[in-house]
């Protein structure tokens, strides 16, 4: 049984807004860190964004003016907004809740 899921990829129009998803059966409240993270084709895995367990966010310069990631610790959810999606956001994107992860959901700029 998957514990950590992400939804929302799929192709999306450069300049458009991308909404992910990223759900759990894990108790969202006790986690430390709740990160974002990308991989794009043939580069490595790249940090997006992070929800500490004070509710801090922190964000990648690359998508820091774009980005809002939420959490809503009893829906067990966290999402992230990425706006005026350029075709370097083309990726993989994963949600990592401390040490457990999910498979990815795909993400591809469209011009």
């Known amino acids: 049984q998957e514990e950590v899921v992400e939804s929302g990829g799929g192709l999306i129009q450069v300049g458009g807004a991308l909404k992910l998803s990223c759900t759990t059966s894990l108790n969202i409240a006790s986690a430390k860190n709740m990160n974002w993270y990308r991989q794009a084709p043939g580069k490595q895995r790249e940090w997006v964004a992070r929800?500490?367990?004070?509710?801090?966010?922190t964000y990648a310069v690359s998508i820091e003016a774009r980005s809002t990631p939420r959490r809503n610790i009893a829906k067990r959810s966290m999402w992230l907004q990425i706006n005026n999606l350029k075709e370097e956001d083309t990726a993989r994107y994963y949600c990592a809740i401390d040490e457990e992860w999910g498979r990815g959901t795909q993400v591809t700029g469209s011009s």
């Open positions: 929800i500490n367990q004070m509710g801090i966010t």
